[in-house]
């Protein structure tokens, strides 16, 4: 089982930026495949961003350019860097991994586009 950690969510304008990160445990974070999720109220989640071990990303058709998944595999740590937000992407931001038979969520971070 892998535990995971998400940080950096808050409160932002529109236009502005945030940088979630998530921390995961275990000694085989290089070989996790890693992506993060979203669940606004009253909808369903959905995939924001994925990366594979070997770096192979892929994005949320809304994203449109706007955010940029990464991995710093020495610190175990995934990062999602947003910019440009709406405030249609106001959402609880969840980190997930899997590894082969298993997956595992984190307990997500709030991020909340207003003026």
């Known amino acids: 089982q892998v535990q995971l950690v998400e940080s950096g969510g808050g409160l932002v304008q529109p236009g502005g930026s945030l940088r979630l990160s998530c921390a995961a445990s275990?000694?085989?974070?290089?070989?996790?495949?890693m992506a993060w999720y979203r669940q606004a109220p009253g909808k369903q989640r959905e995939l924001v961003a994925s990366?594979?071990?070997?770096?192979?990303?892929e994005y949320g058709d809304f994203v449109k350019g706007r955010f940029t998944i990464s991995r710093d595999n020495a610190k175990n740590t995934m990062y999602l860097q947003m910019n440009s937000l709406k405030p249609e992407d106001t959402a609880d931001y969840y980190c997930?991994?899997?590894?082969?038979?298993?997956?595992?969520w984190g307990q997500g971070t709030q991020v909340t586009v207003s003026s």
């Open positions: 997930y991994a899997a590894i082969p038979g298993n997956v595992d």
């Open positions: 275990g000694r085989d974070f290089a070989t996790y495949f």
């Open positions: 990366i594979t071990s070997g770096g192979v990303i």
